[in-house]
């Protein structure tokens, strides 16, 4: 969706290691956006995004216009049942959908051998690996690693919005994530537990509203009430006008 | 679907005149089946299927069982929103998002750069392009004539289950639409009017339920009131338990 910022970057450097000829598509895509959302208010920095790409060795960027992308008689969805029903499919209802008609358009126009997602949005990359296989799309989805500021807020293009001092909260969300995970490699598995050891934190934080905060079977996205097998922390929180979303990953010591 | 009859074939033999290499797919697909309808009774004739795709010069026989096609943990679905709505689509309600979503899963497997569907099945085949089209499926979609017996009726899998005087009846349903595109190259504009010039030949006959019968554009498939540029004739009947459908597209001469 452009606003291109070091977690992209870093997609464009993996590919380039892999694969001998790399696409990336900019597109601030309407589907994916619900009625109430920040369609229009998203960050749009194309000119310094075509710089960041010809920089980074991409050797081509697709960035089309909605018109050409969506012509007036568009009419097709894809949908991913079952994984897209939690958490954010419950916090923005049609977004999944606007995600997997795009990446099926993207994946259809550019047939790429390796595809590269970030864990950042983690349900959106199971929903996509999901969407891969069972449409029989032939590309490989790899996932990246969360790039994060040296505080340990995960980079995102939201990011831009946050005033100084929302800018200091908003760490408070990946500082709960890692407490949770400190809490399961010290021995947690009570889910409660580990819950409230995570809200704790961000509720000490004013003006910091909890979305979900949750402990999640890391394949199915279902959540536990007992640690069990490879674990998704996943958490979403509000700062003023501004939606942020985090996860990370924690298999349970044995 | 497989029960290959000569319509079948006539697609065989469209495609081994335009191409180097001929894949035809035999699933009986679950999906595109409402809970009341026949898939337990649909015809299976798979090793006459076999023996008639060799004798035509088919490459290729991909034969796969529901269960490797649809795995346990399957979950996504494709879905053509506007054309997908009426006729058949309101007759058989999760009909198309069957269709669209295995023909989806066929075309990103085999990656023909042709794929032949009867005119038999119209709307499906207008359904398919639009999603191929909105999705970017990299194919071209042949529309194939549809194949008849010498006294007009429609060649179809199901006709196997017409008794013999269910047969005598069944040919009914393409008289009518004859009769339809008869009275439009004679002049007729009025859709009520040709309709029930249709209707009239098939309320003579005893046990023939008319489902509908509808004058559209070629299109979009929205139901006209005056002919006016490419129009289709759309039928569909039920006999007994078995359900038939047809269609005639006719130009209004300049």
Redesign the interface.
Known sequence: MGALHEGHLSLIHQARKHCSMVVVSIFVNPLQFGPAEDLSRYPRTVKIDQHRCRESGVNLLFWPSSEEFYPK???????????SQRWEGEARPTHFEGV??VV??LL??V?PNRSYFGQKDYQQLLVIK??VQ?????TKIVRCPTIRESDGLALSSRNRFLSESQRRKAVSLSAALKQGVQAIKQGARNVRIIQSSMQKILRKISGVKIEYLAVCDAKTLEPLTSVKGEVVLLGAIQIGKIRLIDNLLVKRPS
Do not use: G
Not at 73 to 83: A, E, G, I, P, Y
Not at 134 to 138: H, K, M, V, Y
């Open positions: 008689d568009f009419q097709t969805s894809v949908k991913v049942n079952r994984l997997t008609t099926t358009k259809c126009l047939r999901q969407m069972d449409l029989n799309i032939d």
